[in-house]
C-alpha cells in the first residue's frame, strides 16, 4: 500500500502509452450529446453521462464511458427508452415504488433519488425501491447525491447473474452492490461503495485486458475450482462472493449479503431478480431493481454534532498502529476522491481503445468528436 | 457439507460426553428467575432469557445462556441497572431515538422494537437507533421479532473492539452484526444474521475450548501475522474482517460494513462507537448503540405475493446446479432454523460447565436450581 501525496494519487494506473487524458467537463458534454442525439432528454443525458463520468473520476473505470457503446447499444436496440414513462406506482409519506419503464438507468435512479431527498425532508426517513429499471452506474453516485442534501443515502442494485452463491456451480446472482454515504467535516466524506462479491466483474475484465493473471480466491472455473484464468472467470464460470468459495471464510455472508440486496431491490419492488435480470442489449427486459434510502440527519442529532462524531470516528482509525504491511490506513471512498481530485486537475484518463469507441459511436449518431486529448 | 434430514439437523455439534440436553421451557424459565431475582422487571427478564435461549436453540451457543454470567456480574457491579429509565430521547412519526440507560440490551432492544413496529404500522417505514444500551444478544433474533408482524426487520449493533479494522494492527472495531428478516411463504423464513467479520468471537472460542487450532484467516497475531492459534486470536491478536488481511479478497470490505453498522448503530444514536464500546462489566458503561428497521411491506405489494416471490427465489437458487463439494445449499437462516426444530424436540444442549455454572449462579442468587437433563 503506496503513501499518497495528496492531489497525486489514483487508485487505478493509467500509463500514458495506453490512455489518453481529457477534461472531465468535456468528456461529459460529449457523452451528454450522444445521449441527446438518440432522443434522450437534455436532463436525462446530463445525468447519465455525469454518472459515468464520475466512475472515471473516481477510479471505477469499469463502470465509466467505457459502458457507453452499451448503453448506446441498449437505446438503439430498444430495450433502453429514450423516453420512458417514469411513474410513480405506489407512495406514501416516506415510501415511494417507481416504475422505470425501462429508461436509462440513470435517469430512473435520479427521479428516485429526488423523491426520496424531498419525502426525507418531510418524514425524516424515505425509501425508494425501483422496478424496470436498467444499469445505474456506480451505487455510490446515488448515495453520494443524498449526502450532499446533509442526509445519509443508501443506495442497492441488483444486477446480472455474474456470481455464484454459496454451493452453487454456477453463476446466479449479480454482483449486488451496496452503498452508503455520510457528511464529514472536512473531505472525505464517508463513502462505501462495494460489491457483495469478492470483486466487481470491472476487476476481472482489468486483468483481461492486461493478459494477467487473476489472484486465486476471485472466481471459479466451470468445473467449481478456483480459477487464475480472466477469461473463464467472465465467461464460463462465476465470481465468488465476498468471503470466497464455501463457508470458512465466510463465503455464505458474502452470498447473504447479496441475497438482502436482491430481496430489497428485486423482490419487494417488483422487479427481476437473481438469474431472471437481464444484460442491458438482451431478448427480455433488463428489469433491474433498486433500492435507496435517505436519511435526514437533523432529525437524530444537529448535523453538525454527526459529522463531528463521524470525523473523530475516521481521525481515530487513522490514528492507531498500523499493521506492519501498511503505511496508510484508508477510509471508505477516501481513494476514490482523491483519485477525483488528482483527475479534476490532470485530466481524466481514457483507456484508447474506448476514447477511438467513443469517437466511433460519435460517427455513427452524428455528433461532432471534439474530445481535445490534454 | 452434510446433507440434513428435516428435524434431526444441528448445525453445530453436541456430544453426549461435553452436553447435556435439557427442556427449551425449562431453562429459559430459570434464567428469566434469575434475573427477576437480581430486580430485573418480570418483562424485561422473560425477553432476555427468551433471547438467550433462542440463541441456543439456534444452535450460536456462544450467545446463549453461557452468557447469563456476564449479564450477571454487569447486573451486581452496576454496568447493567436492572431497572433502568429507558426513554424516548427524540421521534418523529417514522423514527425514534431512545436512551437505554444503561439497561440489560434485551430489555432496551424488546422496547425499541415494539416501537419501531408501532411506527411502520402506520407510516409504513421505521428506524429506531438506541444508545446506552448493553449487550442485545443475536441480531437475528430481533429482526425475527419485526418478521412475525408480516414485516421485513433490520437489526444491527456495534459491539466492543475485537476486529482489525483493514490496515490496523489492533482491534478497533467491533464484529458489528447485521441482520435482515423477511417473510416467506412456507418455512423457513429468511433470516440472514451475520457478524461483518470472518468469524464471531463465540466461533474461536469454541476452539480453544476444544483446544483446536482455528482456521488460517480469521485471526491475527499481535504481531500482524495470521495466527491459528484461538488463545493468541481472543487475548492479544484480533480477528479480520469479512475479506481477510488486506485488500486482495476484499478485507477492506468487510471493514467498511462494520463501519457503516456503527456509524447507524453508534454515531447515529449517540451511542459510543469503535475502541470507545465497553464489556459489559467495565469501569466505563457499555453504551452500546443498535439499529432497527422496520419495513411494512404491504405498502409496497400485498404481502402474500411478497411472500410468494421470496419463496419462488429460494426455491431457484436451491435448484440450481450444486457445486461438486456441496450437496446442499443453504439459504440464509436454515441452518439456525433447522437447529431449532430439532433442538425443540430433543433438548437444548448445555455444555456442562456452563450447566454447572448456571447452577452456582442460582445458589449465589438464591433461585431453586430445577434444571433437569432430559
Known sequence: MAKYAPGVFEKTPAPPEDYVRVRADDLRNLVKNVFVKLGVPEEDAWVTADNLVEADLRGIESHGVQRLKRYVN????????????????????????????????????????????????????????????????????????????????VSMTNSRPLVAYTGT???????????????????????????????????????????????????????????????VALKEGAILPLGGLGEVLGGHKGSGLSFMVD?????????????HVAYTVANQPP?????????????????????????????????????????????????SWMTKETRLRKGVPVYKKVYQEIKDICGEVGVEFNLKPL
Chains 1, 2 share one sequence.
Open 263 to 275: 430481496l430489497l431491490s428485486g423482490v419487494l419492488s417488483g422487479a427481476a431478480w437473481g438469474p
Open 74 to 153: 441498449g437505446l438503439k436496440a430498444g430495450s433502453v427508452k429514450a423516453k420512458p414513462n417514469i411513474r410513480i406506482v405506489r407512495e406514501g409519506a416516506s415510501y415511494a415504488v417507481i416504475d422505470g419503464d425501462m429508461g436509462l438507468g440513470q435517469a430512473v435512479s435520479a427521479r428516485a433519488i429526488k423523491l426520496a431527498v424531498e419525502k426525507a425532508r418531510k418524514a425524516d426517513i424515505a425509501m425508494v425501491v425501483v422496478r424496470n429499471s436498467n444499469h445505474y452506474g456506480i451505487a455510490g453516485y446515488w448515495s453520494s447525491k443524498i449526502m450532499e442534501q446533509d442526509m445519509i443515502g
Open 287 to 335: 428489469n433491474v431493481g433498486h433500492f435507496f434510502m435517505a436519511i435526514n440527519i437533523e432529525a437524530f442529532m444537529p448535523l453538525n454534532e454527526f459529522k463531528k462524531r463521524l470525523t473523530d470516528y475516521v481521525k481515530t482509525i487513522k490514528s492507531i498502529e498500523k499493521h506492519p504491511d501498511f503505511d496508510y490506513i484508508w477510509i471508505p471512498g477516501e481513494k
Open 169 to 231: 456451480l454456477k453463476r446466479i446472482v449479480g454482483t449486488n452492490p451496496i452503498s452508503i454515504a455520510a457528511p464529514t467535516l472536512e473531505p472525505p466524506p464517508f463513502i462505501l461503495d462495494m460489491a457483495t462479491s469478492v470483486v466487481p466483474s470491472g476487476k476481472i475484465e482489468v486483468y483481461r485486458r492486461k493478459g494477467k493473471k487473476i489472484p486465486r480466491g476471485w472466481a471459479i472455473g466451470p468445473d467449481g475450482r478456483i480459477t487464475e484464468d480472466p477469461e
